[in-house]
Structures are given as C-alpha cells and as structure tokens.
C-alpha cells in the first residue's frame, strides 16, 4: 500500500505542480509540494518498515518536522502573495483538484485502518488525510475564484492547508516523541511481569487455578530482582491462597512475605525460587529456560 501511495503521489506532484504553473494557482502548487513531501514520507515509511520502535518514531520525529517546516513555507509563500494578488483559471483549479481528490481519498482509504497506529503510521495517515482535505479546498477556491474573479480566495486556501500541515506535523512530533520516551522507559523484566499477571488473572477468570499457580510462579520468578514488584507478587499470592481458602498457603505466605525486603537488603535472593512455602525460602533453584534472557541482565 505504502508503494502504491509513494507512486501515485510522485505522479500527482508532476501534474499539480505542471498545472499550477500553468494556471498562476498557489493553492495548486502548495498541494503539489505537498504531494512531493508525502512521497518522500511514504519512503521514509517504507525504509524502516518492520525496524523497532524506537526507529520507527525517530523516521516519524523527522516527517513530523518537515511537516511543519512544509507548512510554514506555505503560509509564508501564501502570505507574499497577498501583495500582488493574480486571478488563477479556476477551471485549471477545478479539474486538477479533483483528480487530486480522487487520487488522495484512494490512499486515505488504504491507511486509513493505520489512524491510531504508531507515529510513524500515524504520520501516513495524517498525510493522506490531510491532502484529501486541501483538495476540497482547492475545488472550492475555484468556484469562488470563478465567482469573484479574484485570486484571494486560492490564497485563501493556501494558507488553510499550511495550518493542517502545521498542526498535523505538530501532532507527529507529540506522537513520535511519546514513543521515543516509553520505548526508553521500556523494562523487560517488568513487562514480562505484567504479561504474567494478565496470565494469571485470565485462568483464574476460567476457574484454572493450577494453571494460575504457575504463572504466579513465573511472576515471582521473574519479580525478584526488583523489590517492588517482588512484594507485588507476594501479595498477590496471598490474595490468591485467601481466595482458595488454603490456610497453609496463607501462613506460609505471610512468612515469605516478611522475609522479602531482608532477602533483597542482605542480597541473598534465591533466585529461580518459585516463592511457594512447599520449597525453601533459602534455596535458589533452576531458571526455566524461557525467562532466562529476561532475567540475563538483573542475575548476571
């Protein structure tokens, strides 16, 4: 899709930009320099299709601003033709517009299922949408224009779509640089905990308490290095022993529970321990082969 977007708005870039010449439209030469920044997007788009986030947002972070930058020129572009104002073919405005249209609600209409994808996503669909938009215009200005016999209102609408350029680039930028400051803040070791949780409260859900021991189980496992989310998986084990009404669970529970800020303060964590009173309290044991490269880095 990304393919067929980059070829049709090389095309529309040559057509728009050949018209606008033609008929004195700045409305039609901003659309067409925009056409061209949204070929070069879809190609930025496209060369880091399937990397991580974090190069995804950063390809997004640099189409946001040239977004703006477009934007401003635009708006300065339009407003210098404030001061010697031409009367542009309307009927020129008119044709072109709506093949632009055309061109633009095809590929909106491809993306559009990536609207709340991530910001490099985001950026393509902004694009698209964006353009369909400023094509309205366009066709809009024409019949004005062919009404009023005056070039304001192309310039009009010039400077409408240098805004939408300027604030769909703006929200990019936001959008791109959240993803840059989450993906930062990503931690393995925590993720993996979360997932296990939602394991857990999934089973439990389902009545399968023994398959909600084990990712509890795997929870603590994965929990221990980290104090905070290890008295986390304490507690919950509680709960659940509470919830089963297992008073030897409880018990038992309650005393792992206290030993485990000595353990982390005497750094004596018994790593791999399954944090069940049926084993020591004391004993590290084995790490299952699959948690393994999430806990690498904490029990090197």
């Known amino acids: 899709m990304l393919w067929v977007a980059l070829l049709l708005n090389l095309a529309m870039f040559a057509v728009e930009m050949g018209?606008?010449?033609?008929?004195?439209?700045?409305?039609?030469?901003?659309?067409?320099?925009?056409?061209?920044?949204?070929?070069?997007?879809?190609?930025?788009?496209?060369?880091?299709?399937?990397?991580?986030?974090?190069?995804?947002?950063?390809?997004?972070?640099?189409?946001?601003?040239?977004?703006?930058?477009?934007?401003?020129?635009?708006?300065?572009?339009?407003?210098?033709?404030?001061?010697?104002?031409?009367?542009?073919?309307?009927?020129?405005?008119?044709?072109?517009?709506?093949?632009?249209l055309v061109v633009n609600v095809a590929v909106a209409l491809m993306l559009y299922r990536y609207r709340t994808g991530d910001a490099n996503m985001q950026s393509v669909w902004i694009c698209s949408r964006n353009d369909a938009i400023g094509n309205v215009l366009v066709?809009?200005?024409?019949?004005?224009?062919?009404?009023?016999?005056?070039?304001?209102?192309?310039?009009?609408?010039?400077?409408?779509?240098?805004?939408?350029?300027?604030?769909?680039?703006?929200?990019i930028l936001r959008q791109a640089k959240s993803e840059l400051v989450g993906e930062a803040k990503y931690d393995p070791v925590r993720a993996a905990f979360a997932a296990e949780l939602q394991k857990y409260q999934a089973a439990r859900g389902q009545a399968d308490f023994d398959i909600a021991w084990r990712h509890l189980e795997r929870a603590h496992i994965i929990a221990q290095p980290k104090l905070g989310i290890h008295l986390s998986?304490?507690?919950e084990m509680l709960r659940f022993a509470i919830f089963r009404r297992d008073a030897g669970e409880v018990v038992g529970q309650l005393f792992l529970l206290a030993l485990a800020p000595l353990g982390a303060l005497s750094g004596r964590i018994p790593v791999g321990s399954i944090g069940r009173p049926t084993v020591s309290a004391f004993t590290s044991m084995p790490i299952l082969d699959d948690l393994k490269h999430v806990l690498a880095k904490d029990h090197a």
Request: proline share 3%; net charge neutral.
């Open 19 to 100: 018209a606008g010449a033609a008929a004195g439209s700045r409305s039609l030469q901003a659309d067409a320099l925009d056409f061209f920044g949204d070929a070069a997007n879809y190609a930025i788009s496209l060369g880091v299709a399937g990397m991580a986030l974090a190069w995804r947002a950063r390809a997004a972070w640099v189409k946001g601003l040239t977004i703006l930058l477009f934007g401003s020129g635009v708006l300065i572009f339009a407003i210098w033709g404030l001061i010697s104002v031409t009367s542009p073919d309307p009927v020129a405005m008119g044709v072109v517009g709506l093949a632009a």
């Open 233 to 235: 998986s304490r507690v």
């Open 139 to 171: 066709i809009g200005a024409s019949g004005l224009v062919l009404w009023s016999n005056s070039g304001v209102p192309d310039l009009l609408v010039a400077m409408v779509m240098a805004m939408l350029g300027i604030t769909g680039g703006w929200r």
